[in-house]
């Protein structure tokens, strides 16, 4: 049809076909105006709906208002009939866009009203609501073009159709139809033309058909149960010339016989039966995990709360109990300072008294060199005697062998013989000494030594393994509740086994503590806090307890009792009705449930894991046995 009439592309077929079989067209019966017709005498008030005549290839949307059809457009059918019906919808410009569809097509629709159904049109077009679905009965369409059509042939034939307006007519009531106002003047008007057409050369003509005679030359009885026709003699329609052909004969072929084996072909017949029985099993004893992929949204809000044993007046109370933990630990790590380590330079000197009184020098009276560089002690005390009184050839008194040692490590001390060097504080034209020989044994060496960091890294390391013992104690002691520390561990024991600077390749530490902590329960933490942000979850979402995230700050001491900060970080899952969406997949293919998912919100993607996994079978989904799971990303 075009613009309520025949298309153009149609007109001489069915031209042609009126002229073959002698027909005379009385008017046109579109199904969408007989459905939107019949539908307004059946529940007794014009509709104003969206009717979807859905074909294998095609679906007709048609905008119907107060019971008449305004717009009509095809869409082709892809894999989803609800994007067809929305490509349909988009191309009208609708003033409203009504909330229930109407389908229809002759067949049962229940596939094609759930992927309707299902479809979030509140999200895509303007509808005020969300549509209701409705499926005719099979016979609907059947029954609307019948009447209507009934109605068109009583207007040709001139006969008077009046209406049944009283109170007591039923609203499904076949007979009340509307009788169109005008009729059609002539056959162009509705869009018929005649086409003249030569007429064959020869006309085949019909078998002789043989006379039926009874032996008594009565003529044949007819049964009862053999329909009569519903046309009198006088207007039954004459019979039409048959065409007589004669086919050729098939010639007969004799197809090789099998070969005979051992078994019976029953055997044959129990593959496809073992195959069906296990295919039925599947369907209502297979399981599947539909794992539902979403962005979600997230709610972040600190609050503040108070910590004690007994509910606090005026601000959300954590009902906690403060205990004390003890706890020990050793741990080593290995140093990472260095230090310079080795050996002493050590020798023998001679001191001389250049002085007329004698010097008495105690054990580790400092002997320097003329430098000032290298510095030596005495090893034990020496007396050196006066210089002679001789006025013209004075001797200086002398001590031999007096052995000295270096007052630090180092090669560079090995100084050489006849070095100089002066002694004590005295000026060297009272005292002085000489090397007597080379100073030997002065060695150093860079090696691994204990450092600030290194006593410092490995406290901390024994401090939070304590904090551990702690918390691991106090789970065990009281399953669910966590422990809130109110302050640092106090050491009752910390010993190093090296001191600071220390040649070693490692540090060890020792050490035990006491621990003040309160003891919550997390149950009761979530559902403080859930009180405390439910005005932010918007309606249809919820949280989990294993999803959110709660910090509780180191609480502060006010009043008597204990207040902190409540950090909160909670996704939100989407409610979905798992009873209506597992009907809505149940038995159809893995790879066209897809758009089920789509309304949720924040959906990404769907994995789709089915138990036992049988080839080919498991690509369509059990009847049973459907089982979903919310993950956010």
Known sequence: MEQDKIHATKTKLITHLCKELGLDPIGVVTTNRAVAHY???????????????????????????????????????????????????????????????????????EEESQQITAFPWTDRLPFKHIPKVEVLPIDFSIKSIALTGGVEAVQFLGMEVVEDESPNATVGDDSNLVIPVETPSSMEEIGFAYEETSAPADIPVAPSTPEVVSDDDSSPEISEDEPEYAFSDEVAPPQKPR????????PKYSLPSLPHFGFSWLFLLAIPAVLIIVFIGYLFFGQVQITIHFDPQKISRQIGIAIAESSQSGIPTLIATKKTFTGSATESVPTTGTATVGDKASGTITIANKSVAPIVLKAGTAITNDTGKYVYTLVSPVTVASASSDPIDPVSGKANGVQVTAVRIGAEYNLTKNTIFSV???????????????????????????????????????????????????????????????????????????????????????????????????NDLYSLTIEQIKDQIPSGSSTTRESTVIHVENPTKVDGSYQAK????????????????????????????????????????????????????????????????????
């Open 39 to 109: 539908l307004k005498k059946r529940e007794g008030m014009p509709p104003t709906v969206i009717l979807l005549e859905v074909y294998t290839s095609k679906v007709a949307v048609s905008y119907v208002y107060l019971g008449e059809v305004k717009q009509t457009e095809e869409a082709a059918r892809s894999g989803d009939l609800a994007h067809d019906v929305e490509e349909g919808l988009t191309r009208m410009d609708l003033p409203n866009y009504p909330a229930r569809f109407i389908l229809t097509n002759g067949n049962s629709l």
């Open 243 to 250: 065409l007589a052909i004669k086919l050729p004969r098939i």
């Open 424 to 522: 004590d504080n005295f000026s060297k034209s009272i005292a002085a000494a000489i090397a007597e020989s080379d100073f030997t044994g002065g060695t150093s060496r860079t090696v691994n030594a204990v450092s600030k960091a290194d006593q410092d890294k490995v406290l901390a390391t024994a401090t939070e393994k304590i904090k551990s013992q702690v918390k691991v104690d106090s789970e065990i002691q009281t399953p669910g509740f966590k422990t809130l520390p109110l302050s640092d561990i106090q050491f009752t024991k910390k010993q190093f086994d090296h001191n600071l600077n220390e040649e070693a390749t490692s540090v060890s530490l020792v050490l035990e503590g006491s621990l003040e902590a309160l003891v919550y329960s997390e």
């Open 566 to 633: 409540v950090i909160i970080e909670a996704p939100l899952f989407p409610g979905i009705d798992e009873n209506k969406l597992a009907g809505y997949i149940k038995g159809k293919p893995t790879a066209s449930i897809r758009h089920f998912f789509e309304p949720i919100s924040g959906f990404t993607s769907a994995d789709v894991k089915i138990y036992p996994p049988i080839p080919f079978i498991t690509k369509i989904l059990p009847l049973k046995n459907i089982k979903f799971e919310l993950i956010g990303n």
